[in-house]
Protein backbone atom coordinates (compact mmCIF):
# COMPACT_ATOMS: atom_id res chain seq x y z
CA UNK A 1 0.00 0.00 0.00
CA UNK A 2 2.77 2.46 0.54
CA UNK A 3 3.63 2.09 -2.72
CA UNK A 4 0.25 3.25 -3.96
CA UNK A 5 0.39 6.47 -1.86
CA UNK A 6 3.95 7.71 -1.73
CA UNK A 7 3.22 10.09 -4.22
CA UNK A 8 0.35 11.19 -1.99
CA UNK A 9 0.23 15.42 -1.04
CA UNK A 10 -2.04 16.00 1.79
CA UNK A 11 -2.69 19.31 3.29
CA UNK A 12 -2.89 19.42 6.85
CA UNK A 13 -5.08 22.11 8.63
CA UNK A 14 -5.42 22.97 12.29
CA UNK A 15 -4.71 26.33 14.14
CA UNK A 16 -2.82 24.06 16.84
CA UNK A 17 1.20 24.26 16.30
CA UNK A 18 1.28 20.57 18.29
CA UNK A 19 -1.51 19.09 16.34
CA UNK A 20 -0.19 20.24 12.76
CA UNK A 21 3.26 18.97 13.57
CA UNK A 22 2.17 15.55 14.91
CA UNK A 23 -0.10 15.02 12.02
CA UNK A 24 2.69 16.16 9.25
CA UNK A 25 5.83 14.21 11.71
CA UNK A 26 3.30 10.84 11.35
CA UNK A 27 2.46 11.72 7.34
CA UNK A 28 5.99 12.14 6.58
CA UNK A 29 7.02 9.26 8.20
CA UNK A 30 5.10 7.09 5.81
CA UNK A 31 6.43 8.92 2.44
CA UNK A 32 3.26 11.61 2.16
CA UNK A 33 4.07 14.70 1.07
CA UNK A 34 2.71 17.89 3.56
CA UNK A 35 1.56 20.95 3.36
CA UNK A 36 -0.08 22.86 6.12
CA UNK A 37 -2.65 25.57 6.61
CA UNK A 38 -3.55 26.90 10.11
CA UNK A 39 -7.47 28.46 8.78
CA UNK A 40 -9.83 27.33 6.30
CA UNK A 41 -8.74 30.84 4.60
CA UNK A 42 -4.62 29.65 4.16
CA UNK A 43 -6.47 25.68 3.33
CA UNK A 44 -8.35 27.54 0.54
CA UNK A 45 -5.46 29.31 -0.55
CA UNK A 46 -2.98 26.51 -0.34
CA UNK A 47 -5.64 24.66 -2.96
CA UNK A 48 -5.71 27.46 -5.60
CA UNK A 49 -1.94 26.93 -5.91
CA UNK A 50 -1.25 23.32 -5.08
CA UNK A 51 -2.72 19.91 -6.22
CA UNK A 52 -3.76 18.08 -3.10
CA UNK A 53 -4.75 14.82 -2.69
CA UNK A 54 -6.55 14.74 0.72
CA UNK A 55 -7.37 17.39 3.23
CA UNK A 56 -7.30 16.52 7.06
CA UNK A 57 -9.35 19.61 7.94
CA UNK A 58 -9.90 21.10 12.01
CA UNK A 59 -13.18 22.28 12.73
CA UNK A 60 -12.85 25.30 15.20
CA UNK A 61 -10.27 27.89 14.05
CA UNK A 62 -10.24 31.54 13.86
CA UNK A 63 -10.63 33.92 10.14
CA UNK A 64 -12.60 30.46 8.54
CA UNK A 65 -13.83 27.15 10.24
CA UNK A 66 -13.78 23.86 8.83
CA UNK A 67 -17.08 23.84 8.31
CA UNK A 68 -17.08 26.73 5.77
CA UNK A 69 -13.66 25.41 4.30
CA UNK A 70 -15.53 22.66 3.64
CA UNK A 71 -18.52 23.93 1.92
CA UNK A 72 -16.38 26.17 -0.19
CA UNK A 73 -13.96 23.04 -1.26
CA UNK A 74 -17.31 21.42 -2.14
CA UNK A 75 -18.83 23.91 -4.02
CA UNK A 76 -15.77 23.78 -6.39
CA UNK A 77 -16.43 21.30 -9.46
CA UNK A 78 -12.61 20.93 -9.67
CA UNK A 79 -12.39 19.37 -5.73
CA UNK A 80 -15.77 18.19 -5.45
CA UNK A 81 -14.64 15.00 -4.91
CA UNK A 82 -11.92 15.77 -2.66
CA UNK A 83 -11.29 13.65 0.52
CA UNK A 84 -11.80 15.31 3.79
CA UNK A 85 -11.10 14.15 6.96
CA UNK A 86 -12.43 16.20 9.83
CA UNK A 87 -9.78 15.81 12.85
CA UNK A 88 -11.55 18.29 15.84
CA UNK A 89 -12.52 18.04 19.16
CA UNK A 90 -16.63 18.37 18.65
CA UNK A 91 -17.70 14.64 18.94
CA UNK A 92 -21.41 15.08 19.52
CA UNK A 93 -23.70 13.07 17.34
CA UNK A 94 -24.77 16.69 16.02
CA UNK A 95 -21.25 18.05 15.28
CA UNK A 96 -20.14 14.94 13.23
CA UNK A 97 -23.68 14.86 11.32
CA UNK A 98 -22.75 18.33 10.13
CA UNK A 99 -19.24 17.44 9.75
CA UNK A 100 -20.45 14.54 6.49
CA UNK A 101 -23.31 16.38 5.52
CA UNK A 102 -20.52 19.63 5.11
CA UNK A 103 -19.13 16.77 2.31
CA UNK A 104 -16.17 15.79 4.99
CA UNK A 105 -15.24 11.96 3.96
CA UNK A 106 -14.17 11.15 7.63
CA UNK A 107 -14.64 12.10 10.64
CA UNK A 108 -12.00 12.00 13.66
CA UNK A 109 -12.41 12.67 17.14
CA UNK A 110 -9.37 14.31 19.17
CA UNK A 111 -7.75 13.10 21.33
CA UNK A 112 -6.66 10.49 18.52
CA UNK A 113 -4.19 7.88 17.42
CA UNK A 114 -2.02 8.97 15.22
CA UNK A 115 -1.53 5.53 13.79
CA UNK A 116 -5.82 5.34 13.29
CA UNK A 117 -5.03 8.97 11.70
CA UNK A 118 -2.60 7.77 9.40
CA UNK A 119 -4.67 4.64 8.83
CA UNK A 120 -7.82 6.40 7.76
CA UNK A 121 -5.82 8.82 5.62
CA UNK A 122 -4.21 5.53 3.30
CA UNK A 123 -7.75 4.36 3.18
CA UNK A 124 -9.34 7.05 2.06
CA UNK A 125 -6.27 7.97 -0.47
CA UNK A 126 -6.48 4.44 -2.08
CA UNK A 127 -10.34 5.04 -2.08
CA UNK A 128 -9.98 7.70 -4.26
CA UNK A 129 -7.27 5.88 -6.66
CA UNK A 130 -4.35 8.09 -5.52
CA UNK A 131 -1.30 6.66 -7.06
Known sequence: VKEVIAMARVLVVDDDPDVRQLVEMKLR???????TATNGQEALD?????????VVLDLMMPVMDGIEACRKIREDEAMADLPIIMLTAKAQASDIQT???TG???YVVKPFSPRELLSRVRGS?????VR
Open 29 to 35: LDGIETL
Open 46 to 54: VLASHEIDL
Open 99 to 101: GFS
Open 104 to 106: ATD
Open 125 to 129: LARAG
